[in-house]
Nanobody
Framework: QVQLVESGGGLVQAGGSLRLSCAVSGRIYSSYVMGWFRQAPGKERELVAAITWIGGSTYYADSAKGRFTISRDNADNTVYLQMNSLKPEDTAVYYC????????????????WGQGTQVTVSS
């Protein structure tokens, strides 16, 4: 069992930055992949970025490339999403999720989910 708790969301003006954190607890296997998803009102949930727990291989959605950076601190069991140059269209609830393994971008592999943190970007 894995527990995920997100923090760091909030209200920011367009062009600003936020750093989301995901505290990970429970049994973590080396094969795990950690991802950040987001869901805006009326839209499907989408994978924004992902990282392998060991090795640090990453995946970014096109919307995140060049602006967002995913990282993890294995010693602290925390996953981060640094978001820069935020746009109003980044407004969404952001979720941390854990996959038991496999390709980073295969969304059906993500099994554990946090409660989400709201990010609102004003224009």
């Amino acid at each position: 069992q894995v527990q995920l708790v997100e923090s760091g969301g909030g209200l920011v003006q367009a062009g600003g930055s936020l750093r989301l954190s995901c505290a990970v607890s429970g049994r973590i296997y080396s094969s795990y992949v950690m991802g950040w998803f987001r869901q805006a009102p009326g839209k499907e949930r989408e994978l924004v970025a992902a990282i392998t727990w060991i090795g640090g291989s990453t995946y970014y959605a096109d919307s995140a490339k060049g602006r967002f950076t995913i990282s993890r601190d294995n010693a602290d069991n925390t996953v981060y999403l640094q978001m820069n140059s935020l746009k109003p269209e980044d407004t969404a609830v952001y979720y941390c999720a854990a996959s038991l393994g496999g390709h980073l971008a295969v969304t059906r592999n993500y099994y554990y989910w946090g409660q989400g943190t709201q990010v609102t970007v004003s224009s």
